[in-house]
């Protein structure tokens, strides 16, 4: 619950350690806790620009991530603070705040590169802050922006191209928001009134051309528009007086400009309303863990020298939470299943049914738990196990009926072989009277109820353990003549053969609920996995559906703007999204 969040300050999510990105444990253990889906909002922008007061705001706080009041940057790598979403109390709110962009210090910008391009793939809302008007200096500061075709992967497989790269990116980028501070210009367009969102716009209009220098004005503005799918922008005034700024965190609002404090609010109020739960693509909510996950997944990758891809991001994801939700599913059905059944069952199907009932729903609790499960590995292995677990419970019916049986047969039938073993029944007439003995104690054995399954096979298999000594018995009744001696050894026979016969169609009955079982638990996989299919296919193509109408609406612009190489490119683009729309799911095979 958001509730549970107690986060009294920001902590280092990403370490900057000499040039070197690490994960700090401490922030993935808060990470790992959060069980709502998440709502990421970053921030990035040059340093000394006021991104941490904008994020503690965000924050409901006055102070928490560091403002620094020197011209040395404060904030080094990337900083997170978990928080109650104030308008939603199923969803947490998770702020990232990045060191400076541009800091002389540092030297090179290959570290600003991968934290520009690390808040990109951890946000649902990136927020962009920098100073003063967008102009030529802004969008140049802005060049990160157009190195993430060369950061960052949508897709693992090597011959991919850029095009059909970029032409993913949509699906997984964030919401862009630009904040422009000290903002000091009319907003007017040939003399009328437009709004920031609208001055963003035009900002981003393209200039005619083809040397070096409009190439380079014209890129990091194709990339925004092409990439984002979504773009916002707000402008605040100068908060005060230039010399109360290093104390902008101890100011209270009515200390600080009326126009500044509204604009901050009406920036807050947009983000706490608008701001998209963090969502991978196939509506996948992302939740602490998961983003945890991510974070360890792009981590590494930069680690090791690789680009970061959504897609193997996705799939390291998808090992963790297929295999818990496997776990899940045959927790669950262990606790039902020793809930529900009472072994020894009167019959097979009795607990057939159960095991049924349980397995239905540990399959809907995978089902719920995973997501690009690739050739259904983890389905296939929940079956597995779950028709092993269904097997043990079969042998360990069949041995709780056996040694119940076995013990009630000998507690009824111990007195009668003492009998035996004193003689009572060796004399004239013994046989009958042992023979009457034995079907009053089967009578007795019938009644007992709860016996299970194995019911016959045990009394028969008792009774055969005993037909030499009853045959003795027989044998030495002198009352009896050989005819008659003869005839009950053909009765006996007779008995046996059909008890025999009884048991094998017993058996045979058995069997065949065994594969009608099997077959039931295959089509219940089939049915709930083509329903999962269908779904998601209905989510992407949504999804894919959104990502065109963006794509064909900067394409119709491109070509009014008479930008027609652009407008081709990004025809390329709208080809392979058509292509990948997912087509039906068709035959299933588990």
Not at 79 to 88: A, E, G, L, N, T
Not at 194 to 220: R, W
Not at 229 to 246: S, V, W
Not at 454 to 463: C, F, G, S
Request: hydrophobic fraction near 35%; charge should be neutral.
């Amino acid at each position: 619950m958001a509730s549970q969040i107690h986060m009294p300050a920001p902590v280092c999510l990403i370490e900057n350690v000499k040039g070197q990105l690490k994960v700090n444990q401490e922030a993935l253990k808060i990470l790992s806790a959060i069980t709502q889906p998440v709502v990421v909002v970053a921030i990035v922008g040059l340093y000394r620009t006021g991104k941490s007061y904008l994020m503690n705001k965000l924050a409901g706080k006055k102070r928490g991530f560091s403002l620094g009041s020197t011209v040395q940057s404060h904030t080094k790598g990337i900083w997170m603070w978990c928080v109650p979403h104030p308008k939603d109390s199923k969803r947490t709110l998770v702020l990232l705040d990045t060191e400076g962009l541009g800091d002389v210090e540092k030297g090179d910008n290959q570290n600003d590169s991968w934290i520009f391009a690390l808040a990109i793939l951890l946000s649902s809302t990136f927020v962009y802050n920098s100073m003063g008007t967008i102009n030529q200096q802004a969008m140049d500061q802005l060049h990160y922006v157009t190195e993430l075709t060369d950061r960052i992967r949508a897709k693992s497989s090597p011959n991919t191209s850029e095009v059909q790269d970029s032409a993913d990116f949509m699906s997984f980028f964030p919401d862009f928001v630009w904040t422009l501070r000290d903002f000091s210009l009319e907003l007017e367009i040939d003399g009328d009134s437009i709004s920031p969102d609208a001055y963003l716009e035009n900002s981003l209009k393209l200039k005619q051309g083809t040397d070096e220098k409009i190439k380079n004005y014209n890129l990091p503005r194709l990339c925004i528009r092409k990439f984002f799918p979504k773009k916002k922008c707000f402008i605040f005034d100068r908060p005060t007086h230039r010399k109360k700024l290093a104390q902008l965190e101890t100011l209270h609002d009515d200390e600080l400009d009326s126009e500044f404090v509204g604009q901050v609010a009406e920036f807050c109020s947009y983000i706490f309303s608008y701001a998209r739960t963090k969502a991978l693509p196939g509506g996948i909510h992302v939740n602490g863990p998961r983003l945890e996950s991510l974070v360890l997944t792009y981590i590494n990758a930069i680690s090791s020298g690789e680009l970061p891809c959504m897609e193997n991001a996705v799939l390291a994801l998808a090992q963790i939470e297929n295999s818990a939700a496997v776990q899940k599913a045959l927790d669950h059905y262990n606790q039902q299943m020793g809930l529900k059944v009472k072994l020894p069952t009167d019959t097979l199907q009795e607990l057939l049914d159960l095991h049924r009932a349980c397995e239905k729903e540990a399959i809907e609790i995978f089902i719920k738990h995973s997501f690009k499960d690739v050739d259904h590995v983890f389905q296939k292995d929940l079956a597995a196990q779950l028709q092993k677990k269904r097997d043990n419970f079969c042998e360990l019916n069949t041995k709780k009926s056996s040694d119940y049986c076995s013990a009630l047969l000998q507690d009824l039938f111990s007195p009668l072989e003492e009998e035996v073993k004193q003689g009572i029944y060796s004399k004239p007439g013994g046989y009958h009277l042992l023979i009457q003995k034995v079907q009053d104690l089967k009578k007795k054995y019938y009644e007992e109820p709860k016996k299970g399954i194995q019911a016959e096979e045990v009394l028969q298999k008792y009774l055969q353990s005993k037909e030499d000594m009853t045959n003795a018995i027989l044998q030495t009744d002198q009352t009896l003549t050989e005819k008659e001696k003869e005839i009950e050894v053909q009765r006996v026979k007779a008995e046996s053969a059909e008890a025999a016969a009884k048991m094998m169609e017993e058996m045979q009955k058995k069997n065949q609920e065994m594969l009608e079982q099997k077959e039931k638990s295959y089509q219940e996989h089939i049915k709930q996995l083509t329903e999962k299919m269908e779904k998601e296919r209905a989510q992407l193509i949504k999804e894919q559906q959104e990502i065109l109408a963006v794509k064909l609406q900067e394409q119709s612009r491109l070509l009014k703007e008479g930008f027609d190489k652009e407008s081709k490119q990004l025809q390329e683009e709208i080809k392979h999204l058509k292509n990948n729309i997912p087509k039906s799911s068709g035959c299933i095979i588990l």
